[in-house]
Nanobody, 120 residues
Framework: QVQLVESGGGSVQAGGSLRLSCAAS????????MAWYRQAPGKQRELVAR????????AYADSVKDRFTISRDNDKNTMYLQMNSLKPEDTAVYYC?????????????WGQGTQVTVSS
């Protein structure tokens, strides 16, 4: 089992930057594909970015491409999301996700979320 704790959220003006962190406890961190999701008030949770276990593959939502960068440090059991050129529409609770498939059984773990607020 994996426990995830996000940090780094806060309030920033449009055009500013924030760096989110997701610290994972437990073993086998490098085996998990990791991702950031976000959920704005009244909207469904959406995928922001994901990264595979060895950082060989990343993917981004179109809305954050070229502004956000996902990365991970397996030695520190930590994933990051560098967010630049923030916009008011980036305001949401950001969640960290760890995903692993054993055989055909998927396992998903979630953090408690961290609030990001971007003012215009």
């Amino acid at each position: 089992q994996v426990q995830l704790v996000e940090s780094g959220g806060g309030s920033v003006q449009a055009g500013g930057s924030l760096r989110l962190s997701c610290a994972a406890s437990g073993r086998m961190f490098s085996m998990y594909a990791m991702a950031w999701y976000r959920q704005a008030p009244g909207k469904q949770r959406e995928l922001v970015a994901r990264i595979d276990g060895r950082s060989t593959s990343t993917a981004y939502a179109d809305s954050v491409k070229d502004r956000f960068t996902i990365s991970r440090d397996n030695d520190k059991n930590t994933m990051y999301l560098q967010m630049n050129s923030l916009k008011p529409e980036d305001t949401a609770v950001y969640y960290c996700n760890a995903h692993l498939v054993l055989g055909v059984v998927p396992f998903d773990y979630w953090g408690q979320g961290t609030q990001v607020t971007v003012s215009s």
